[in-house]
């Protein structure tokens, strides 16, 4: 029986709060009682509940950019995502973790989860790529491969400039700490003694030069993380270069249509069964498991290629509304008319009968969804 979302909150007090760029903070927590504290994999993230000021909170989700050998802490790194304008609000949660939390203040906190992980039973050589605060995981991620690896490891980060470049130092270490390790990072504005200085290698935007420069031929696995321009943009250089898709790992919030052109498959009608009082009903074809979508008719086919049933319809051009990706908000629940999902991700609250979490289900059988 799934665990009550309000018994998996957990607190954990704030023992460190430490500045890493001019907009960039980690937050180092620990649980108040040690039985609290779960492992986690490189790339997971914390769910966090933020106060609303209205005696209730609302969910944010931070990456835990520490080791995963670090037992007993969680470290995320967190971007105070100011206003670009009067007319825009600015970050709830980065804003409140920013100007108000200090060591000593308790959050709730729920279990690691996430499905962006470093594949560690893989021998083949790692790029890790990442814009901005899109470090976080592969931060992580570059802690295991230096200490529990000697697989060939490329960390490619860019960002603005060195201001807002943060944990530079920990990579470097990190890098330093065996052979096999090479660092590139890309500042935009980089300063005119930056380059001599080595504080970048690069500047302007990371592009197709650098990168075949950068990387001789192999068969390597890409973990990307960043704001989604530059994640089209990198998305759209590594698939030009020949890097197969399912090579590329990839973590933001945003639907997968937006790193490249929908590869939409041909849809199908499918014709109602009175027979079970659905009004659809979904079959086993020769080619596979199929997704019914019975308000309008359409049948995809399901591809193991596809990370969930959210993947699946964006795929096809279909985009449900969603937020977390994740399991967490609810967003993207739709009514279930019939077949069988497995949740790879556990749901933070129970899932009515009839309904489906889209983001975090893979199908066991044809299934037919209530769009």
């Given at each position: 029986?799934?665990q009550?979302?309000?018994?998996?909150?957990?607190p954990?007090?704030v023992?460190?709060?430490?500045r890493?760029?001019?907009?960039?903070?980690?937050?180092?927590?620990?649980?108040?009682?040690?039985?609290?504290?779960?492992?986690?994999?490189?790339?997971?993230?914390?769910?966090i509940?933020?106060?609303?000021?209205a005696?209730?909170?609302v969910?944010?989700?931070y990456t835990?950019?520490s080791?995963p050998?670090?037992?007993?802490?969680y470290?995320?790194s967190?971007?105070r995502?100011a206003?670009?304008?009067a007319?825009?609000?600015q970050?709830?949660?980065?804003c409140?973790?920013?100007?108000?939390?200090e060591?000593?203040?308790?959050?709730?906190?729920?279990?690691?989860?996430?499905a962006?992980r470093?594949d560690?039973?893989?021998?083949?050589?790692?790029v890790?790529l990442?814009?901005?605060?899109?470090l976080?995981?592969?931060?992580?991620m570059?802690?295991?491969?230096?200490?529990?690896?000697?697989?060939?490891?490329?960390?490619i980060?860019a960002?603005?400039?060195?201001?807002?470049?943060?944990?530079?130092n920990?990579?470097?270490?990190?890098a330093?700490?065996?052979?096999g390790?090479?660092?590139h990072?890309c500042h935009?504005?980089?300063?005119?003694d930056?380059?001599?200085?080595g504080?970048?290698?690069?500047?302007g935007?990371l592009?197709r030069?650098?990168l075949?420069?950068?990387?001789?031929?192999?068969?390597?696995?890409?973990?990307?993380?960043?704001?989604?321009?530059?994640?089209?943009?990198l998305?759209?250089i590594?698939?030009?270069?020949g890097?197969r898709?399912?090579r590329?790992?990839y973590?933001?919030?945003?639907?997968?249509?937006?790193?490249?052109?929908?590869?939409?498959?041909?849809?199908?009608p499918t014709?109602?069964?009175a027979?079970?009082?659905?009004?659809a009903?979904?079959?086993v074809?020769?080619?596979?498991?199929?997704?019914?979508?019975?308000?309008?008719?359409?049948e995809?086919?399901?591809?193991?290629?596809?990370?969930?049933?959210?993947?699946?319809?964006?795929a096809?051009?279909?985009?449900?509304?969603?937020?977390?990706?994740?399991?967490?908000?609810?967003?993207?629940?739709?009514g279930?008319?019939?077949?069988e999902?497995?949740?790879?991700?556990?749901?933070?609250?129970?899932?009515p009968q009839?309904?489906?979490?889209?983001?975090c289900t893979?199908?066991?059988?044809?299934v037919v969804?209530?769009?």
């Amino acid at each position: 029986m799934q665990q009550p979302a309000s018994s998996r909150f957990q607190p954990f007090e704030v023992i460190a709060k430490t500045r890493e760029s001019e907009t960039i903070t980690s937050f180092t927590l620990a649980p108040r009682n040690k039985d609290h504290w779960r492992s986690f994999e490189a790339g997971q993230f914390l769910t966090i509940r933020i106060p609303d000021g209205a005696d209730g909170h609302v969910l944010r989700n931070y990456t835990v950019s520490s080791s995963p050998r670090e037992s007993g802490i969680y470290r995320i790194s967190v971007k105070r995502e100011a206003a670009p304008s009067a007319q825009l609000p600015q970050g709830f949660g980065s804003c409140w973790l920013h100007d108000a939390v200090e060591p000593g203040m308790v959050l709730d906190i729920d279990t690691p989860r996430g499905a962006f992980r470093l594949d560690t039973e893989s021998t083949r050589p790692v790029v890790l790529l990442s814009g901005g605060v899109g470090l976080t995981p592969t931060v992580s991620m570059l802690h295991v491969l230096a200490h529990e690896t000697d697989r060939p490891v490329w960390f490619i980060h860019a960002c603005d400039s060195m201001a807002v470049h943060a944990l530079r130092n920990e990579v470097e270490g990190l890098a330093a700490a065996r052979s096999g390790i090479t660092v590139h990072f890309c500042h935009r504005f980089a300063g005119d003694d930056d380059m001599q200085a080595g504080r970048c290698h690069s500047t302007g935007f990371l592009g197709r030069e650098v990168l075949q420069k950068l990387l001789p031929l192999d068969d390597y696995e890409f973990y990307m993380c960043g704001p989604p321009p530059f994640m089209k943009a990198l998305f759209g250089i590594l698939t030009c270069l020949g890097v197969r898709k399912e090579r590329i790992a990839y973590e933001f919030f945003g639907p997968a249509s937006l790193l490249s052109e929908p590869e939409l498959q041909t849809a199908k009608p499918t014709a109602p069964n009175a027979g079970d009082g659905t009004g659809a009903t979904a079959t086993v074809s020769n080619d596979g498991m199929r997704i019914v979508l019975q308000k309008s008719g359409r049948e995809l086919a399901w591809t193991e290629s596809c990370s969930s049933l959210l993947d699946c319809l964006e795929a096809n051009g279909i985009e449900p509304e969603f937020s977390c990706r994740a399991g967490i908000c609810g967003t993207c629940e739709q009514g279930f008319v019939s077949g069988e999902v497995d949740y790879f991700e556990e749901p933070l609250d129970e899932v009515p009968q009839g309904r489906v979490l889209l983001c975090c289900t893979k199908p066991k059988s044809s299934v037919v969804l209530d769009l």
